[in-house]
């Protein structure tokens, strides 16, 4: 160790340049892999050596806090009187001048609590004073601390940052689903972290979540009626974008289980409760979890859809899971139990649930790059029609008090009327048009497909049925494949769909 550290230099490079090779004489270098480890330990000696003055506060569950906790170099004394802690920083100014450290007092801080109130008791290394949390409020982790010990002013500033942030966004001048993009990777993973450090209420986070509904309604070019389970539910339209509150309730749950499934025993032993409020406690959250998650295995895997027995792949097993996989699938729980609460929802909406009434359709998910494809309106026209939203006369009637009938017919112009009920535009053949651009379509699509099958001549590998008794004869098979005899003999299995690529729509 003496010899690595002996003469060691180190030089800075940005893209074109380069500095001089420096000597170090204080500090540790970043890219070494050895300083940090060496750092650590000695700052564990010199903790060690230190503590032993003071008893550290002892809890009613029997468990005594350490005085001294550390993170790299940022020290955290805590201790129950004034002599014991101006002990201990003398102690710990002693043996850090020792190692040839300094405590910086101005940029340390001291927080005196007398009966759960907070008192001015000023402390003091080497003459120069502590400044109170009173005076100076500091910031540390990426969290601030203040004198009345509660994150009420932190929560608000939260609120305000949303709110600005989707101000702003509103205000760029993007299309709308550059701007729902901004907001689901530029604003969200930034509110993450404080909505995750702070005593947030959930009820906060519902009150956001609200504002953050109509920015997005308005985006997405939605009428505001639009419930929140057609933006964020995973039912029959799944949009790429993530509910704040599912969000948040994850990340609370996984704050909970980090801490109280922590292997140090003073960490699991008094885990504070990470979020305020009585409306929902991460607690009895991840309580009901587990109890589903123990429920699932005694069930064990059922069948879904309709798949043959045994296609559907295994659930993990929750007892023989490891502290990591038990927090993965406690919070896929979690985001389970807010579908179901979606679900639920919608079955309370008579015109935006319809859909749980329709029979074999295909779920869509909307992705990313469909949304870039696709234009705005028909993304509106997409919504607007799922949810029964869109301004037909109907619901023109119900939101302005309109007349509701069909222009081309005397009936009631609603949604279905409109695509697919009208008599008048089934006798003029309407209704066969858009059937007919529709089949258009289709057949250009799997046209191009084939074509493009064709052109790649190469075939890929079919599923070879070997009869009782008979031997494998991959070889010969493969043969077929690669030469162009493979394309004549390509009728023998009965696949000749689209000519000679037999293999054109798997
Ligand atoms: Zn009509």
């Excluded at 506060?57 to 001294?68: A, Q, S, T, V, Y």
């Excluded at 014991?84 to 043996?95: A, G």
């Excluded at 869509?364 to 993304?379: A, F, G, I, P, Y």
């Excluded at 008090?401 to 069909?406: M, N």
């Amino acid at each position: 160790m003496k010899e690595y550290f002996k003469d060691i230099r180190l030089c800075i490079g940005t893209g074109e340049f380069v500095s001089d090779w420096q000597k170090l004489e204080v500090g540790i270098m970043a890219g070494c892999t050895i300083s940090p480890l060496a750092f650590t330990m000695a700052m564990e000696m010199v903790i060690r050596a230190s503590k032993w003055v003071v008893g550290g506060e002892r809890r009613r569950e029997g468990l005594r806090l350490p005085p001294i906790r550390a993170f790299m170099d940022d020290m955290t004394l805590l201790t129950t009187t004034v002599p014991c802690t101006k002990r201990l920083l003398e102690r710990i100014n002693t043996n850090l001048r020792w190692a040839r450290m300094r405590i910086k007092p101005s940029k340390s801080r001291s927080i005196s609590v007398t009966k759960g109130k907070v008192v001015e008791q000023k402390f003091t290394v080497e003459g120069e004073e502590i400044p109170s949390i009173r005076v100076r409020p500091v910031k540390s982790l990426g969290r601030w601390y203040n004198a009345d010990l509660s994150d009420r002013e932190q929560v608000e500033q939260l609120r305000k940052d949303v709110v600005e942030g989707l101000e702003k966004i509103d205000r760029s001048g993007l299309p709308g689903k550059l701007k729902l993009w901004c907001m689901q990777f530029g604003l969200f993973p930034r509110v993450m972290w404080p909505m995750s450090v702070y005593e947030v209420p959930l009820s906060k986070v519902e009150k956001l979540e609200r504002v953050v509904n109509s920015y997005v309604k308005k985006w997405l070019g939605v009428p505001r009626c639009l419930s929140s389970v057609a933006l964020y539910g995973k039912g029959i339209l799944q949009l790429p974008i993530n509910s704040l509150v599912e969000e948040f309730k994850c990340a609370k749950v996984r704050t909970e289980l980090l801490l109280t499934g922590s292997k140090d025993r003073i960490v699991s032993g008094l885990a504070p409760n990470p979020s305020k409020g009585k409306k929902w406690k991460p607690k009895v959250a991840v309580q009901e979890a587990e109890a589903a998650l123990r429920h699932g295995e005694i069930m064990g895997n059922v069948q879904i859809g309709r798949g043959g027995l045994g296609r559907t792949s295994g659930k993990p097993m929750w007892r023989k899971a490891d502290q990591k996989e038990k927090r993965r699938l406690v919070v896929e729980q979690i985001r389970r139990q807010e579908e179901a609460s979606r679900q639920v929802k919608a079955v309370s909406l008579a015109k935006q649930g319809q859909w749980l009434n329709w029979e074999g359709v295909e779920r869509k998910q909307v992705t990313w790059r469909d949304l870039w494809s696709m234009e705005s309106n028909r993304l509106k026209f997409l919504l607007g029609a799922t949810y029964d939203v869109l301004p037909s006369p109907d619901n023109l009637r119900i939101w302005t008090d309109g007349d509701p009938s069909c222009t081309l017919c005397s009936g009631v112009a609603t949604l279905r009327h409109i695509l697919s009920g009208c008599k008048v535009s089934l006798a003029q053949g309407r209704y066969t048009w858009r059937h007919n651009q529709v089949l258009k379509c289709l057949a250009a699509g799997i046209e191009m497909r084939r074509q493009q099958v064709n052109a790649e001549g190469s075939h890929k590998k079919g599923i070879q049925f070997v009869r009782e008794g008979e031997k494998s004869k991959s070889r010969k098979v493969k043969e077929y494949y690669t030469g162009s005899k493979g394309l004549a003999d390509a009728g023998r299995c009965g696949g000749k769909v689209g000519g000679p690529s037999r293999n054109s729509y798997h």
